[in-house]
């Protein structure tokens, strides 16, 4: 298992430009989550989704989409880059399970965006 | 809304001293509660989690006592070695919602032979 990959690992943008963060799993996992870090102000969640074709908002979703077409695939796309989303980018997935029982979160090693 | 506050680090430490990490958390309901340890250039991982109130989490000699009373979720280890450097963070979830994870800002652990 090669767990949840992130591409690309670093990351230069002009203001204005867009592109997508991929991110991919293959642990089946049924939850996947985008988050970005920021000094000081720890992980912040952008978009969540809890299946295939479902997604819904975080946090901070302002400036980002995301799709969800299969379960293994789970992209992030700046559609017009800012200098405010210089930032580092994780992944993560999860299993559903019972209720009651929880379903640890496994993260990618990151995506490194600078804005200029 | 809910929240997780951690002490300001960095925190420095000679080697076989003993580590205490503050985490304190505002939340309505049952959340659950997760130490998540970041080691230079890697992702996030799960150190150690606990359920519900006066569980306690331990992996790798860290302990942290989940206490209702004082919503509190405190990081400890008897005995820190140097590889032990790294960045932790506190963070709840609500009830299920495990893909939703909110996090302390980080406590960046410095630990000198």
């Known amino acids: 298992n090669a767990g949840v990959t992130q591409t690309p690992k670093f990351q230069v943008l002009k203001t204005g430009q867009s592109m997508t963060l991929q991110c991919a799993q293959d642990m089946n996992h049924e939850y996947m989550s985008w988050y970005r870090q920021d000094p000081g102000m720890g992980l912040r969640l952008i978009h969540y989704s809890v299946g295939a074709g479902i997604t819904d908002q975080g946090e901070v979703p302002n400036g980002y989409n995301v799709s969800r077409s299969t379960t293994e695939d789970f992209p992030l796309r700046l559609l017009s880059a800012a200098p405010s989303q210089t930032s580092v980018y994780f992944c993560?997935?999860?299993?559903?399970?019972?209720?009651?029982?929880?379903?640890?979160?496994?993260f990618g090693p990151g995506t490194r965006l600078t804005v200029l | 809304g809910n929240s997780v506050t951690q002490m300001e680090g960095p925190v420095t430490l000679s080697e076989e001293a003993f580590l205490t990490i503050n985490c304190t958390y505002t939340?309505?309901?049952?959340?659950?509660l997760f130490w998540y340890v970041q080691y230079p250039g890697e992702g996030l991982q799960l150190l150690l989690k606990a359920t519900k109130a006066d569980d306690k989490g331990s992996n790798k000699g860290f302990e942290a006592t989940y206490r209702k009373e004082t919503t509190s979720f405190h990081l400890e280890k008897g005995s820190v070695q140097v590889s032990d450097s790294a960045v932790y963070f506190c963070a709840l979830s609500e009830g299920d919602s495990s893909y939703k994870l909110i996090f302390g800002s980080g406590t960046r652990l410095l630990v000198r032979p």
């Open positions: 939340a309505t309901g049952y959340p659950s």
């Open positions: 993560a997935s999860s299993s559903r399970r019972g209720r009651g029982a929880y379903n640890e979160q496994f």
